[in-house]
C-alpha cells in the first residue's frame, strides 16, 4: 500500500510541493503534475506511477530552467545539455528537453553559428572562431558555411584594423612587427592574411 499522507507547499519554491507516503517523504513534484494527475490526500498510488508523475515533473521544471538559461544570451544544444547535466537531470529529460527547444526554434546551432562569426568577425580570424565553435558543439558543416559567408575581403580587413591599432604609438622596428605577427596568429588568423596585413605598413622581410 503506497498511501499519500501529505502533499506540503515547498518553502523555497512554491510552484513544487513535497508528497508524502505513508508519512515519510517521497519526492518533490510540480504544483502543475501534481494537479494534472489529480494526487490528493488518502489516494492510494503505485510506485511506477509516481515515478511517472516524477519524470513529467522534472521534465517541466527542466525545461523552465532551460527557458531561463537561454533568456540571457542563445545557445548551442550542447550548451544547453552541458548546463541540465550539470543540474543533475537525467539524460531521457534533457533529451526531452532539447526536443521541445528545438520544436520552438529555441535552440539552432545554424543561426547560433551565423551570430558568433557577425559578433566576432572584427576582433578574430577564421582559426579562432573556427576553434570556439567547435568548442560551443557546433557541427563541422554550421561552421563552415556560417565562415564561407562573411563578406570577401572581411578576414583580411579585420586582420588590418587590428594590426592597425596594435601599432598604434609602437616603433616601426622588426622586434614591434614580430611581435604583432604572433599576436595576429594569436588572434586566428592563418599565415597568409597575418603576412598580408604586415605588408601593408609598407616593410615587411618574410623571414
Not at 24 to 29: A, K, T
Not at 46 to 63: G, N, R, V, Y
Not at 89 to 111: S, T
Request: overall charge negative; charged content about 35%; some cysteine.
Amino acid at each position: 500500500m503506497n498511501e499519500i499522507t501529505a502533499i506540503l507547499p515547498q518553502v523555497k519554491d512554491k510552484r513544487r510541493c513535497n508528497i508524502y507516503i505513508d508519512g515519510r517523504f517521497c519526492c518533490g513534484l510540480t504544483l502543475e503534475a501534481t494537479v494534472k494527475n489529480r494526487l490528493k490526500v488518502g489516494q492510494i498510488v503505485t510506485e511506477e506511477k509516481l515515478a511517472e508523475i516524477q519524470l513529467e515533473s522534472e521534465k517541466d521544471t527542466a525545461f523552465d530552467k532551460a527557458l531561463t538559461h537561454l533568456s540571457a544570451t542563445r545557445k548551442t544544444e550542447k550548451q544547453i545539455r552541458t548546463f541540465l547535466a550539470g543540474k543533475g537531470y537525467l539524460p531521457v529529460v534533457v533529451d526531452y528537453v532539447v526536443e521541445k527547444l528545438r520544436g520552438y526554434d529555441f535552440l539552432n546551432d545554424g543561426e547560433y553559428a551565423d551570430a558568433y562569426v557577425e559578433s566576432v568577425s572584427a576582433r578574430k580570424g577564421g582559426r579562432l572562431i573556427r576553434m570556439e565553435l567547435i568548442g560551443k558543439g557546433v557541427s563541422d558543416e554550421e561552421i563552415e558555411r556560417a565562415l564561407g559567408e562573411r563578406e570577401e575581403g572581411a578576414e583580411e580587413e579585420a586582420a588590418k584594423a587590428i594590426l592597425t591599432k596594435y601599432m598604434r604609438n609602437k616603433p616601426f622596428d622588426k622586434e614591434t612587427l614580430s611581435k604583432v605577427y604572433r599576436y595576429l596568429m594569436g588572434k586566428g588568423f592563418d599565415y597568409e592574411t597575418a603576412k598580408a596585413a604586415l605588408a601593408s605598413l609598407g616593410e615587411w622581410e618574410d623571414d
